[in-house]
């Protein structure tokens, strides 16, 4: 199973590029087409861990997504 993830940026937040970056960094790799990034889950505890981890990340950037699973 993979976690999908779509971002909606503006001009007010935070940097796309710089988010990619970040994404990386808790195990999220950039995808091209319907989805920006994505992330393997393998056990439902993960999936947990995983969006807390994208929510703390983002929190305060100004920065929306919608999460997909797949």
Do not use: C, W
């Amino acid at each position: 199973m993979r976690l999908y993830v779509k971002f909606y940026f503006n001009s007010e937040g935070g940097s796309p590029l710089e988010t990619i970056k970040k994404m990386k960094s808790i195990g999220f790799q950039p995808e091209v087409g319907d989805y920006d990034a994505s992330a393997p889950i393998p056990d439902p505890q993960n999936y947990a861990t995983l969006v807390t981890k994208l929510h703390d990340l983002l929190k305060g950037s100004n920065v929306g997504f919608t999460l997909t699973t797949k």
